[in-house]
């Protein structure tokens, strides 16, 4: 059982970057996925989650508008699309998967301690 994230990078201030998670040993869209991040010196953040089963979906205030979630089934990968990104986005990003019982996607948001299986981190630094 493997998370695989990428698709980070160097991006100026405005610009856009789509991060993946391939998932193998197990189907994506049977669990709870979220997305974290965090930045050097601040705790770990969850920025989007969707148990897509039950159209549960969540993003944190700061990248509401600008950041979507979605699951494709056909290649068993999440993705987070990360449109008009800002300095402050700028963070190691975590995709990690949850048992739908104990991973609870929420208007209020989702626990990281509550998921199983973690991604390596992929790296977002938005600077000019």
């Known amino acids: 059982v493997q998370l695989q994230a990428s698709g980070g990078g160097l991006v100026q201030p405005g610009g856009s970057l789509r991060l993946s998670c391939i998932a193998s040993?197990?189907?994506?869209?049977?669990?709870?996925i979220g997305w974290f991040r965090q930045a050097p010196g601040k705790e770990r953040e969850a920025v989007s989650c969707?148990?897509?089963?039950?159209?549960?979906?969540y993003y944190t205030e700061s990248v509401k508008g600008r950041f979507t979630i979605s699951i494709d089934s056909s290649n068993n990968t999440a993705y987070l699309q990360m449109n008009n990104l800002h300095p402050e986005d700028t963070a190691l990003y975590y995709c990690?998967?949850?048992?739908?019982?104990?991973?609870?996607?929420?208007?209020?948001?989702?626990?990281?301690?509550?998921?199983?299986?973690w991604g390596q981190g992929t790296q977002v630094t938005v600077s000019s």
């Open positions: 969707t148990t897509s089963s039950i159209n549960a979906i």
């Open positions: 040993g197990f189907t994506l869209d049977v669990y709870t």
């Open positions: 990690a998967a949850g048992f739908r019982n104990r991973a609870r996607c929420r208007v209020t948001g989702t626990a990281s301690s509550d998921y199983t299986y």
